[in-house]
């Protein structure tokens, strides 16, 4: 249902834990513009630095064949020597080209984001063939917007190269005629400017479709109020069920605290507002909260002591300071021992008396 939810309702910013689940699908934004940046610097670059050698190695290699054209056996082993020949110099002059154009379209991917191996994308969907589903995405918002970006491109290319070829039209009404020293050279130079003004032309349509991508992306990542609650309660945990499960350990912790009061050789209150239940044997280092509540868990605790008998002594100062200084199971803490003592050398005395009376 939530995937389905209308734009208009997808009000809330997505969550990091959305963002990432996207990511890891492989569901990231992209502008293949700036892939095209990339790849036209380094066709500039082929052309510019690398042809300027290979352009003579080229013209090179070809002169020698076809100004020895008439000396060349047609057998088949002279005609596999010469392919061989021609197939090597193209694969020299063309490798070092290759390998950068392909670092190019690399590296258009790495800037923008690292590489994400998703299971998700190497699954096969039906909705990649099929009819319907393509007839939906060639006629979708995107594929629209994409339309138009290529048209705006190759209008903008369009006129650029226009300009740049118009003022050299004489000379290439000649260009048949030129010997081969001087013709690589020229179409490299024409070849170059035109790279340079669709370079600067595709710079700003980059910047400007990358910005827009990014926007596009964030757009569609964002989430209806629904589904960051639902979110929410996958990753921590549905509110009500927590305050169940706290409010039953609670209780639990209650239990056992009161299974524990039996133990107690005496409980200071008070008298009504707090109990502490302290255990103490012969041989303890000092003395242990057993037990300790206010209001009504003091309440109990007197209740459960009387019950069996733990004696119940009055010293609202000495509750007070006892339960905000010490935890269930902990002994108490060194500045009480005095006061306490006291408490337990009354009860002890107490319990000698009536035992011998």
């Given at each position: 249902m939530a995937d389905q939810a209308d734009d208009s309702d997808k009000t809330e910013e997505a969550t990091s834990k959305k963002l990432e689940d996207a990511r890891k699908k492989g569901d990231v934004p992209k502008s293949h513009e700036v892939n095209t940046w990339f790849i036209m610097i380094a066709t500039t670059l082929v052309i510019g630095i690398l042809s300027t050698s290979a352009s003579g190695d080229f013209a090179r290699a070809f002169t020698v064949f076809l100004s020895d054209a008439h000396d060349i056996s047609v057998d088949q082993n002279n005609l596999m020597f010469v392919y061989e020949q021609i197939g090597l110099t193209i694969l020299k002059l063309l490798a070092a080209p290759l390998l950068l154009l392909i670092g190019a379209g690399v590296a258009g991917n790495l800037v923008q984001n690292m590489p994400i191996i998703s299971a998700e994308n190497m699954k096969p969907k039906l909705s990649k063939i099929s009819p319907k589903e393509g007839l939906k995405r060639l006629f979708s918002p995107k594929s629209l917007m994409n339309f138009t970006k290529g048209l705006v491109k190759l209008i903008l290319?369009?006129?650029?190269?226009?300009?740049?070829?118009?003022?050299?039209?004489?000379?290439?009404?000649?260009?048949?005629?030129?010997?081969?020293?001087?013709?690589?050279?020229?179409?490299?130079?024409?070849?170059?400017?035109?790279?340079?003004?669709?370079?600067?032309?595709?710079?700003?349509?980059?910047?400007?479709?990358?910005?827009?991508?990014?926007?596009?992306?964030?757009?569609?990542?964002?989430?209806?109020?629904?589904?960051?609650?639902?979110?929410?309660?996958?990753?921590?945990?549905?509110?009500?069920?927590?305050?169940?499960?706290?409010?039953?350990?609670?209780?639990?912790?209650?239990?056992?605290?009161?299974?524990?009061?039996?133990?107690?050789?005496?409980?200071?209150?008070?008298?009504?507002?707090?109990?502490?239940?302290?255990?103490?044997?012969?041989?303890?280092?000092?003395?242990?909260?057993?037990?300790?509540?206010?209001d009504a868990i003091a309440l109990k605790i007197r209740e459960i002591g009387a019950e069996h008998d733990v004696p119940i002594v009055e010293s609202p100062p000495l509750a007070r300071a006892l339960y905000a200084a010490v935890e269930l199971e902990e002994s108490i803490p060194p500045e009480h021992y005095k006061a306490v003592a006291e408490v337990i050398g009354y009860v002890m005395r107490l319990k000698s008396k009536m035992s011998r009376n």
């Open positions: 290319v369009s006129v650029a190269t226009f300009l740049i070829v118009w003022p050299m039209r004489d000379q290439l009404l000649v260009l048949m005629t030129m010997d081969v020293g001087m013709l690589l050279p020229f179409v490299q130079s024409i070849a170059i400017k035109i790279l340079a003004m669709v370079i600067a032309i595709m710079t700003v349509l980059a910047a400007a479709d990358y910005v827009f991508e990014v926007a596009q992306w964030n757009k569609k990542q964002r989430m209806t109020v629904q589904e960051v609650k639902d979110e929410y309660k996958q990753t921590e945990g549905d509110p009500t069920v927590k305050a169940k499960l706290r409010a039953l350990r609670m209780e639990r912790g209650r239990q056992r605290m009161m299974s524990r009061v039996p133990d107690a050789a005496v409980i200071i209150t008070n008298p009504t507002h707090y109990a502490v239940a302290l255990e103490y044997q012969q041989g303890m280092a000092a003395p242990i909260c057993v037990a300790k509540g206010m």
